[in-house]
């Protein structure tokens, strides 16, 4: 059963998180806190998160989904397909807040606690059907952060769990399925070490807080950001791998470096010197200010990656393909006018020093528009798999003004022939105020990705084009078509 509404119970940091997340999906997500601030507080996270997607994919972004505020807890779960719950990590809370749920939701909805270490066989006692309850531990920033620690209880149904693994990879997400449970799971089992290893060096006067996250940020934090543990040590291994290092520094397991088994007495005088030192290393900015920082870096380290084919970058990549494969599937055009086939904010990295789009990026908005077109008559990730596609081979554009970083930009096409192998098309680039930007005209011709001869179109190819040129047959032709460089206005 696909899922198209969604309920929060809980609007702090990772509720909102995951409300951002869903929204941005097209998924309809009501909400439930009691709190008198808790809209303010997720309009701020909602701001973020719109701001953070402009940027993150080139990818036509879906229609965003509705938010409404329910009055109680049965309101907002009443017709819910999937109940996220995030209020606080306390096991009597949460049991009370199952025990309300499950008076009001569909017996079909699934429930997935974001508890970032209570066991599920624990919140599943005293439910009625505590099969359809999981635990999917996301990481914050929700909306942008792509993995999440799926693990299921002892009563949890093995279909919940596929349920869950089918799902979160459709709105951009890495599910990880946890299949032992245990307390804090994986990844937060990793933070606390590092985090009580950290505790030490502050106390023991060894470093500060800011030139240890220096050393993360600038240093290891940097490989596990894309290889993560054990690839990073195979590597560090050199041509032997894995078993030349541990047999280098396996040793040093026995050696009394760390505190793990230990914990510095948590008291006010720890406290002050963790905060002031917090507050000196980044009390110039606000938390709102960080949270943009923070997001615009793992955008460009999700796009970083993504260029070269690795880890969140494939992701990031997968989540893109789902999306324009999406778009390419929309309701019928409107074939008495040209055809609305993206639109984007101009990306920071498609600018020159004067932060205008530079003229690649021209032609790159413009390929992506006809990408964006031949998805619409059905030539897309799966009909490239079968072997066939278009291929360009003649481009003419005409450069007419300027447009800055993050200013919105849109791409309308028109077919101006499209029978047989070759497809005639012709772009406008626009800004979203109606200013005309540019112009490109481009001839394909449909290829068989074997032979890599011209061939022709499947007859579904060719049926759905016919349709749109013989539409746009009857629209004038372009300002500018045909033209040859160089030409006269």
């Known amino acids: 059963m696909s899922i198209v509404r969604a309920a929060i119970v809980g609007g702090g940091v990772i509720g909102a998180g995951w409300a951002a997340r869903l929204i941005e999906n097209a998924i309809a997500v009501t909400v439930f806190d009691p709190a008198p601030d808790a809209q303010a507080k997720m309009q701020a996270v909602l701001d973020n998160a719109a701001q953070a997607y402009a940027k993150l994919t080139m990818a036509p972004r879906r229609d965003t989904g509705t938010l409404r505020f329910a009055a109680d807890l049965a309101e907002a779960v009443a017709d819910a397909d999937l109940i996220v719950e995030s209020v606080p990590e306390r096991l009597d809370i949460k049991r009370s807040v199952y025990a309300d749920i499950e008076a009001a939701a569909r017996p079909d909805a699934l429930i997935a606690s974001s508890t970032s270490g209570i066991m599920p066989t624990d919140l599943q006692a005293g439910m009625t059907h505590p099969g359809r309850l999981l635990v999917a531990h996301p990481f914050n920033p929700v909306y942008l952060l792509p993995v999440v620690e799926i693990v299921g209880g002892k009563a949890t149904d093995p279909g919940a769990i596929q349920r869950a693994m089918d799902f979160y990879p459709t709105i951009g997400m890495k599910p990880v399925h946890i299949t032992r449970e245990i307390e804090a799971f994986v990844a937060d089992r990793l933070l606390e070490s590092l985090w009580r290893e950290s505790l030490w060096l502050i106390k023991d006067g060894i470093c500060t807080t800011q030139e240890l996250d220096d050393i993360i940020r600038y240093g290891f934090g940097l490989r596990f950001a894309q290889m993560g543990i054990f690839e990073t040590y195979r590597v560090a291994g050199g041509e032997a791998g894995m078993r030349h290092f541990m047999a280098q520094f396996g040793p040093c397991l026995s050696w009394p470096w760390s505190h793990l088994t230990d914990v510095p007495d948590f008291n ?201 040129a013989q539409g746009h047959a009857r629209l004038p032709a372009p300002d500018g078509l045909g033209r040859a460089v160089g030409q006269g206005r």
Not at 293 to 307: M, S
Request: hydrophobic share 40%.
């Open 268 to 468: 006010d005088e720890l406290v002050d010197l963790i905060a002031d030192q917090s507050d000196a290393q980044s009390g110039h900015h606000t938390i709102r200010e960080l949270e943009r920082i923070r997001d615009e870096n793992l955008v460009a380290i999700q796009q970083a990656l993504k260029a070269n084919d690795w880890g969140a970058g494939q992701v990031l990549a997968e989540y893109e393909r789902r999306l324009f494969d999406g778009a390419g599937h929309q309701s019928e055009p409107d074939l008495t006018a040209p055809i609305r086939t993206t639109e984007r904010r101009v990306p920071p990295d498609w600018t020159d020093y004067n932060n205008h789009m530079n003229e690649a990026r021209y032609l790159q908005a413009f390929a992506d528009a006809t990408d964006a077109f031949l998805r619409m008559i059905g030539c897309d990730a799966d009909y490239i798999a079968s072997g066939g596609s278009y291929f360009t081979v003649e481009t003419h554009i005409r450069h007419l003004a300027e447009v800055a970083a993050n200013e919105p930009i849109l791409t309308e096409t028109q077919v101006i022939a499209g029978a047989g192998k070759k497809l005639h098309l012709f772009h406008w680039l626009k800004h979203a105020d109606g200013r005309l930007l540019a112009t490109g005209e481009h001839m394909l011709v449909h290829v068989s990705l074997q032979t890599r001869a011209a061939t022709e179109p499947a007859a579904r190819i060719a049926k759905a084009l016919d349709e749109i």
